[in-house]
């Protein structure tokens, strides 16, 4: 009886522990649920600390490595640049972080520590006697680059409040200098119209007809259903997200404070964004996998460049909420960052899916990659915005995939 007694206790007490187990495990999954901000912030410092603790102690030309595309058209030239590069696509990914006052101890301790490093290192690459001196007259990808740099002192006004005064016209001739280039006629022109929606911005002299151009040939591009082409021909690639819907959302903003000359357009702008996030959400995968096509394809999460911007910017339509696109992006992000050759040596490989070189162009370096920062954008949202807080939701294409009743999509005349 004593023996029976002791293995009901025995079985019970196994079966307690066993109860305690599985009642953490699912308490664990619940809570990683509700942490995806913490899983961005902690990607993103991983792909940005060897770049901004660098350039903070004068060693990102020592640090960084040299590669460039197996299909390089110049090498030197493209090492050369590559600095600014890395400098402009890193800054006007996490400029809304920084801008922003929110978030738990670990995170603004996080912050400091980044306001810290991106100053010195603005100060650092605008010095000529610095090693990481950055000179903006190289070449006329400097002026693509160039616009980069602009579009996050855009986004994060602090960041050019926090540089004196000495520093803020260094800043403002560099950018000035890169009107030396004649921009490439396809969506380099949008390049150009953005540092003088910078100059405007910040109340510098501004050339109206640069932004003008842009402006008009970009709607002599648009082809349809939100989408504009990308020159003279139209290419099924990211193009419109890497670069065309983010910057005439952003040129709108500042170029509608200083003239009413555009409201028309700028209406049907902002209903192509509107469009363009609806088709950018449906394209992600229930795993976070997206097609593959076109050209700088290595950029990777910045594929999805506008639809974050558009989480930023509290402009997503009513047909996205605001939890079903941050569970997609989430997902976008770890898939194309759980591969253990995306980084070597703490720096980003070019690729997709991990290290694949065949996947680059020509003009791919080191610092080309670091467009997919603009995947982390929604960080500049406080942790209290519903894009955050909102339980977790299934994206459209989960909802499709699982076999759920979904409203079809249909095309939209927005010229």
Same mark, same amino acid.
């Given at each position: ?30 809570? %990683? %649920? =509700? ?27 020592? #640090? ?46 996080? !912050? ?16 000529? #006697? ?12 400097? =002026? ?29 001739? $560099?950018?000035?200098?890169? !009107? ?11 390049? $150009?119209?953005?540092?003088? %929606? ?53 040129? $709108? ?41 076109? !050209? ?6 910045? %594929? ?21 696109? !941050? ?20 720096? =980003? ?46 994206? $459209? ?7 759920? #009743?979904?409203? #079809? ?7």
């Amino acid at each position: 009886m004593k023996i029976s007694i002791i293995k009901i206790s025995i079985c019970f007490f196994i079966l307690l522990i066993c109860s305690n187990a599985i009642a953490q495990k699912k308490s664990s999954k619940k809570v %990683a %649920a =509700l942490s995806d901000r913490q899983f961005w912030l902690q990607q993103m410092d991983k792909m940005v600390r060897p770049v901004l603790s660098s350039l903070a102690t004068d060693s990102l030309k020592i #640090n960084m490595p040299q590669v460039t595309s197996i299909y390089v058209d110049n090498k030197e030239q493209r090492i050369k640049v590559q600095y600014v590069e890395v400098l402009g696509r890193v800054l006007s990914g996490i400029a809304p972080w920084l801008q922003l006052e929110d978030g738990d101890l670990a995170e603004v301790a996080l !912050r400091k520590q980044y306001r810290e490093w991106v100053i010195k290192g603005l100060k650092n690459s605008l010095d000529s #006697n610095a090693k990481d001196f950055m000179n903006y007259d190289i070449g006329g990808q400097q =002026l693509v680059d160039a616009s980069f740099v602009a579009l996050a002192f855009i986004r994060a006004p602090w960041l050019w409040e926090h540089l004196d005064k000495k520093n803020q016209d260094l800043m403002m001739k $560099s950018i000035v200098m890169t !009107r030396k280039f004649k921009p490439v006629f396809s969506n380099w022109l949008l390049f $150009s119209a953005m540092n003088e %929606a910078f100059l405007a911005k910040f109340g510098y002299s501004w050339d109206p007809m640069r932004v003008d151009y842009a402006l008009q040939q970009m709607e002599q591009w648009y082809v349809g259903d939100g989408m504009y082409k990308d020159g003279n021909t139209y290419a099924f690639d990211y193009y419109n997200s890497y670069v065309i819907h983010p910057y005439l959302a952003t040129i $709108s903003n500042i170029i509608g404070k200083k003239t009413k000359d555009y409201n028309a357009m700028f209406d049907k702008i902002k209903k192509r964004n509107e469009r363009f996030a609806i088709i950018q959400e449906r394209l992600i995968n229930v795993d976070g996998t997206y097609p593959a096509t076109g !050209r700088s394809i290595i950029y990777r999460g910045a %594929a999805f460049h506008h639809l974050a911007d558009m989480a930023f910017r509290k402009a997503l339509p009513k047909q996205l909420s605001p939890e079903q696109v !941050r569970c997609a992006l989430t997902a976008v992000i770890r898939k194309t960052l759980e591969s253990s050759t995306t980084y070597k040596n703490g720096w =980003l490989t070019i690729g997709l899916y991990g290290h694949q070189p065949e996947l680059a162009d020509f003009y791919n370096n080191q610092g080309s990659p670091y467009l997919c920062t603009s995947i982390f954008l929604p960080l500049g949202l406080p942790s209290t915005d519903p894009f955050w807080s909102n339980p977790a939701a299934k994206w $459209s294409a989960q909802k499709i995939w699982s076999g759920e #009743n979904f409203a #079809n999509d249909h095309s939209l005349d927005l010229r």
